[in-house]
Protein backbone atom coordinates (compact mmCIF):
# COMPACT_ATOMS: atom_id res chain seq x y z
CA UNK A 1 0.00 0.00 0.00
CA UNK A 2 1.12 3.70 -0.83
CA UNK A 3 -0.58 5.81 0.63
CA UNK A 4 -0.96 10.13 0.93
CA UNK A 5 -2.28 11.72 3.47
CA UNK A 6 -3.39 15.29 2.22
CA UNK A 7 -5.02 18.03 4.45
CA UNK A 8 -4.69 21.43 6.05
CA UNK A 9 -2.26 21.95 8.73
CA UNK A 10 -3.63 20.24 11.80
CA UNK A 11 -6.37 18.34 9.98
CA UNK A 12 -4.35 14.95 11.68
CA UNK A 13 -2.13 14.02 9.29
CA UNK A 14 0.28 13.17 11.67
CA UNK A 15 -1.84 11.52 13.80
CA UNK A 16 -3.57 9.25 11.69
CA UNK A 17 -0.12 7.98 9.45
CA UNK A 18 1.10 6.93 13.06
CA UNK A 19 -1.80 5.21 13.55
CA UNK A 20 -2.14 3.61 10.16
CA UNK A 21 1.76 2.80 9.98
CA UNK A 22 1.28 1.16 13.03
CA UNK A 23 -1.72 -1.05 12.02
CA UNK A 24 -0.55 -1.53 7.87
CA UNK A 25 2.71 -1.97 9.50
CA UNK A 26 4.53 0.25 7.38
CA UNK A 27 6.79 2.87 7.40
CA UNK A 28 5.85 6.57 7.91
CA UNK A 29 7.07 9.19 6.15
CA UNK A 30 6.86 12.46 7.00
CA UNK A 31 8.62 15.32 5.20
CA UNK A 32 7.63 17.84 8.31
CA UNK A 33 10.03 15.40 10.92
CA UNK A 34 12.42 14.57 8.22
CA UNK A 35 12.94 18.35 7.90
CA UNK A 36 12.88 19.13 11.33
CA UNK A 37 15.55 16.06 12.00
CA UNK A 38 17.91 18.12 9.71
CA UNK A 39 17.17 21.26 11.68
CA UNK A 40 17.73 19.59 14.96
CA UNK A 41 21.17 18.38 13.78
CA UNK A 42 21.87 21.27 11.99
CA UNK A 43 22.51 19.75 8.76
CA UNK A 44 23.06 21.85 5.43
CA UNK A 45 19.38 21.43 4.36
CA UNK A 46 18.37 21.82 8.05
CA UNK A 47 19.93 25.28 7.88
CA UNK A 48 18.52 26.08 4.65
CA UNK A 49 14.89 25.05 5.50
CA UNK A 50 15.04 26.56 9.27
CA UNK A 51 13.56 29.71 8.22
CA UNK A 52 10.83 28.95 5.58
CA UNK A 53 9.91 26.41 8.22
CA UNK A 54 9.53 29.37 11.28
CA UNK A 55 7.57 31.58 8.84
CA UNK A 56 5.10 28.66 7.53
CA UNK A 57 6.29 29.12 4.29
CA UNK A 58 7.49 26.09 2.12
CA UNK A 59 10.62 24.97 2.00
CA UNK A 60 11.95 24.89 -1.82
CA UNK A 61 11.15 21.91 -3.98
CA UNK A 62 13.86 20.89 -4.89
CA UNK A 63 15.40 20.75 -1.50
CA UNK A 64 12.70 18.29 -0.17
CA UNK A 65 12.75 16.52 -3.46
CA UNK A 66 16.41 15.60 -2.67
CA UNK A 67 15.66 14.55 1.01
CA UNK A 68 12.13 12.08 -0.13
CA UNK A 69 14.42 10.88 -2.73
CA UNK A 70 17.39 9.56 -0.07
CA UNK A 71 14.19 8.34 2.14
CA UNK A 72 12.81 6.13 -0.93
CA UNK A 73 16.34 4.79 -1.43
CA UNK A 74 16.07 2.84 1.78
CA UNK A 75 14.61 -0.56 1.79
CA UNK A 76 11.89 -0.31 4.02
CA UNK A 77 9.70 1.52 1.47
CA UNK A 78 9.13 -1.29 -0.87
CA UNK A 79 6.43 -2.64 0.63
CA UNK A 80 4.79 0.17 0.97
CA UNK A 81 4.65 3.65 2.93
CA UNK A 82 2.04 6.45 4.18
CA UNK A 83 3.52 9.52 3.04
CA UNK A 84 2.04 12.76 5.11
CA UNK A 85 3.02 15.93 4.58
CA UNK A 86 3.98 15.39 0.22
CA UNK A 87 3.38 16.52 -1.55
CA UNK A 88 2.11 20.34 -1.39
CA UNK A 89 1.78 21.76 -4.96
CA UNK A 90 1.49 20.56 -8.22
CA UNK A 91 5.39 20.38 -9.14
CA UNK A 92 5.93 18.15 -5.91
CA UNK A 93 3.14 15.72 -6.75
CA UNK A 94 4.28 15.28 -10.53
CA UNK A 95 7.91 14.85 -9.00
CA UNK A 96 6.52 12.06 -6.42
CA UNK A 97 4.51 10.42 -9.82
CA UNK A 98 8.09 10.55 -11.56
CA UNK A 99 10.04 8.68 -8.51
CA UNK A 100 7.30 6.20 -8.35
CA UNK A 101 7.23 5.83 -12.03
CA UNK A 102 11.15 5.35 -11.75
CA UNK A 103 10.80 2.24 -10.10
CA UNK A 104 7.38 1.04 -11.30
CA UNK A 105 5.21 1.97 -8.87
CA UNK A 106 2.26 3.65 -8.44
CA UNK A 107 0.18 5.74 -5.96
CA UNK A 108 -2.41 3.02 -4.43
CA UNK A 109 -4.76 5.48 -2.62
CA UNK A 110 -4.88 9.77 -1.43
CA UNK A 111 -6.70 10.15 1.40
CA UNK A 112 -7.74 14.10 1.92
CA UNK A 113 -8.46 15.17 5.40
CA UNK A 114 -11.38 17.95 5.44
CA UNK A 115 -11.28 19.83 8.29
CA UNK A 116 -12.27 23.31 9.21
CA UNK A 117 -10.82 26.67 9.40
CA UNK A 118 -12.23 26.63 13.56
CA UNK A 119 -10.93 23.10 14.51
CA UNK A 120 -7.73 23.50 12.84
CA UNK A 121 -7.02 26.76 14.91
CA UNK A 122 -8.54 24.86 18.19
CA UNK A 123 -6.02 21.34 17.24
CA UNK A 124 -3.10 23.36 16.82
CA UNK A 125 -2.75 25.56 19.78
CA UNK A 126 -3.16 22.64 22.10
CA UNK A 127 -1.29 20.20 20.52
CA UNK A 128 1.85 18.76 22.22
CA UNK A 129 4.88 16.66 20.37
CA UNK A 130 6.71 13.80 22.35
CA UNK A 131 10.38 15.02 22.10
CA UNK A 132 11.21 11.28 22.05
CA UNK A 133 9.10 9.20 20.03
CA UNK A 134 7.18 12.14 18.19
CA UNK A 135 4.19 11.09 19.24
CA UNK A 136 0.98 13.92 19.04
CA UNK A 137 -1.08 15.10 21.97
CA UNK A 138 -3.00 17.59 22.57
CA UNK A 139 -3.79 19.17 25.70
CA UNK A 140 -7.73 18.63 25.60
CA UNK A 141 -8.85 16.21 22.83
CA UNK A 142 -5.91 13.44 23.23
CA UNK A 143 -4.26 14.91 26.92
CA UNK A 144 -1.31 12.39 28.27
CA UNK A 145 -2.22 10.24 31.23
CA UNK A 146 0.76 13.02 32.93
CA UNK A 147 0.53 16.54 32.36
CA UNK A 148 3.93 17.37 29.61
CA UNK A 149 5.24 13.27 29.62
CA UNK A 150 4.61 11.17 26.58
CA UNK A 151 2.29 7.83 27.31
CA UNK A 152 4.67 5.88 25.28
CA UNK A 153 7.90 6.32 26.09
CA UNK A 154 7.81 8.66 29.02
CA UNK A 155 10.00 11.29 27.01
CA UNK A 156 8.64 15.53 27.81
CA UNK A 157 6.17 16.88 25.76
CA UNK A 158 6.73 20.23 23.75
CA UNK A 159 4.84 22.70 21.68
CA UNK A 160 6.29 23.07 17.88
CA UNK A 161 7.46 26.37 17.48
CA UNK A 162 5.05 26.87 14.14
CA UNK A 163 2.14 26.16 16.07
CA UNK A 164 1.84 29.98 17.20
CA UNK A 165 -1.37 31.98 15.38
CA UNK A 166 0.63 33.81 13.34
CA UNK A 167 2.39 31.28 11.74
CA UNK A 168 -0.83 28.73 11.52
CA UNK A 169 -2.05 31.44 9.64
CA UNK A 170 0.43 31.63 7.31
CA UNK A 171 0.96 28.08 6.56
CA UNK A 172 -3.13 28.01 6.16
CA UNK A 173 -2.45 30.50 3.44
CA UNK A 174 -0.04 28.64 2.30
CA UNK A 175 -2.19 25.02 2.46
CA UNK A 176 -5.02 27.22 0.41
CA UNK A 177 -3.46 28.40 -2.26
CA UNK A 178 -2.29 25.32 -3.41
CA UNK A 179 -4.74 23.00 -2.19
CA UNK A 180 -7.37 23.01 -5.02
CA UNK A 181 -4.95 21.90 -8.01
CA UNK A 182 -3.89 18.92 -6.13
CA UNK A 183 -7.17 18.13 -4.78
CA UNK A 184 -8.17 18.00 -8.59
CA UNK A 185 -4.92 16.29 -9.94
CA UNK A 186 -5.76 13.09 -8.21
CA UNK A 187 -9.36 13.32 -8.22
CA UNK A 188 -8.61 13.41 -11.94
CA UNK A 189 -6.32 10.10 -11.55
CA UNK A 190 -9.13 8.23 -9.41
CA UNK A 191 -7.07 8.00 -6.58
CA UNK A 192 -8.65 10.42 -4.25
CA UNK A 193 -10.40 9.85 -1.20
CA UNK A 194 -12.56 12.48 1.02
CA UNK A 195 -12.47 12.07 5.31
CA UNK A 196 -14.27 14.41 7.23
CA UNK A 197 -11.07 15.22 9.45
CA UNK A 198 -13.68 16.90 12.41
CA UNK A 199 -14.56 13.48 13.67
CA UNK A 200 -13.35 11.16 16.44
CA UNK A 201 -9.52 9.78 15.39
CA UNK A 202 -10.62 6.41 15.69
CA UNK A 203 -13.26 6.89 13.29
CA UNK A 204 -11.50 8.20 10.49
CA UNK A 205 -8.52 6.02 11.17
CA UNK A 206 -11.26 3.13 10.44
CA UNK A 207 -12.98 4.72 7.38
CA UNK A 208 -8.82 5.32 6.12
CA UNK A 209 -8.57 1.80 6.05
CA UNK A 210 -11.63 0.68 4.76
CA UNK A 211 -11.22 2.67 1.53
CA UNK A 212 -7.59 1.03 1.73
CA UNK A 213 -8.52 -2.51 1.98
CA UNK A 214 -11.31 -1.56 -1.00
CA UNK A 215 -8.26 -0.19 -3.60
CA UNK A 216 -5.95 -3.13 -2.51
CA UNK A 217 -7.16 -6.57 -2.29
CA UNK A 218 -3.88 -8.10 -0.47
CA UNK A 219 -3.62 -5.16 2.45
CA UNK A 220 -3.24 -7.14 5.68
CA UNK A 221 -4.79 -5.09 8.56
P1 LIG B 1 4.30 19.59 8.69
O1 LIG B 1 5.01 19.08 9.88
O2 LIG B 1 3.95 18.64 7.62
O3 LIG B 1 3.05 20.41 9.18
P2 LIG B 1 1.59 20.64 8.58
O4 LIG B 1 1.32 20.15 7.22
O5 LIG B 1 1.33 22.08 8.84
O6 LIG B 1 0.72 19.69 9.38
P3 LIG B 1 0.74 19.50 10.90
O7 LIG B 1 1.83 18.57 11.31
O8 LIG B 1 0.72 20.84 11.61
O9 LIG B 1 -0.71 18.89 11.15
P4 LIG B 1 -1.26 17.44 11.01
O10 LIG B 1 -2.28 17.42 9.93
O11 LIG B 1 -0.16 16.42 10.97
O12 LIG B 1 -2.05 17.35 12.40
P5 LIG B 1 -1.78 16.47 13.69
O13 LIG B 1 -2.01 15.04 13.43
O14 LIG B 1 -0.48 16.84 14.35
O15 LIG B 1 5.17 20.75 7.99
C1 LIG B 1 5.79 21.77 8.78
C2 LIG B 1 6.58 22.70 7.86
O16 LIG B 1 7.61 21.94 7.16
C3 LIG B 1 5.78 23.36 6.72
O17 LIG B 1 5.13 24.55 7.16
C4 LIG B 1 6.88 23.62 5.69
O18 LIG B 1 7.65 24.74 6.04
C5 LIG B 1 7.76 22.39 5.83
N1 LIG B 1 7.37 21.29 4.90
C6 LIG B 1 6.88 20.08 5.24
N2 LIG B 1 6.64 19.34 4.15
C7 LIG B 1 6.98 20.11 3.08
C8 LIG B 1 6.93 19.92 1.69
N3 LIG B 1 6.45 18.80 1.14
N4 LIG B 1 7.35 20.93 0.88
C9 LIG B 1 7.80 22.09 1.40
N5 LIG B 1 7.87 22.34 2.72
C10 LIG B 1 7.45 21.36 3.56
O19 LIG B 1 -2.99 16.98 14.62
C11 LIG B 1 -3.01 18.28 15.15
C12 LIG B 1 -3.56 18.25 16.59
O20 LIG B 1 -4.92 17.84 16.58
C13 LIG B 1 -2.84 17.28 17.52
O21 LIG B 1 -2.74 17.87 18.78
C14 LIG B 1 -3.74 16.05 17.56
O22 LIG B 1 -3.64 15.41 18.82
C15 LIG B 1 -5.12 16.66 17.34
N6 LIG B 1 -6.00 15.81 16.54
C16 LIG B 1 -5.67 15.15 15.39
N7 LIG B 1 -6.73 14.49 14.89
C17 LIG B 1 -7.76 14.74 15.75
C18 LIG B 1 -9.14 14.35 15.77
N8 LIG B 1 -9.67 13.56 14.79
N9 LIG B 1 -9.92 14.81 16.76
C19 LIG B 1 -9.40 15.61 17.74
N10 LIG B 1 -8.12 16.01 17.77
C20 LIG B 1 -7.30 15.59 16.80
Redesign the pocket.
Known amino acids: MRMV?L???????????IRLAERLKLPHI????L??ENVKNNTDLGKE?KG??EK??????EL?AKM?AMRFRQPDTKKGFIL??????LA?AQTLDDLLNGVKMALDLVAY?DSSEAVIIQ??S????CSGCGA???VK??PPKAEGICDNCGANLYQ?S??NEETVMV?LQ??QKEAASLIKYYQDQCRLARFN?????GI?LNQIIESAKARNDSLKV
Open positions: LGPPGAGKGTQASTGDLRAYMGLLVPDVLDGYPRNQLRLGRRVNFHNMRDDRVYADLDPV
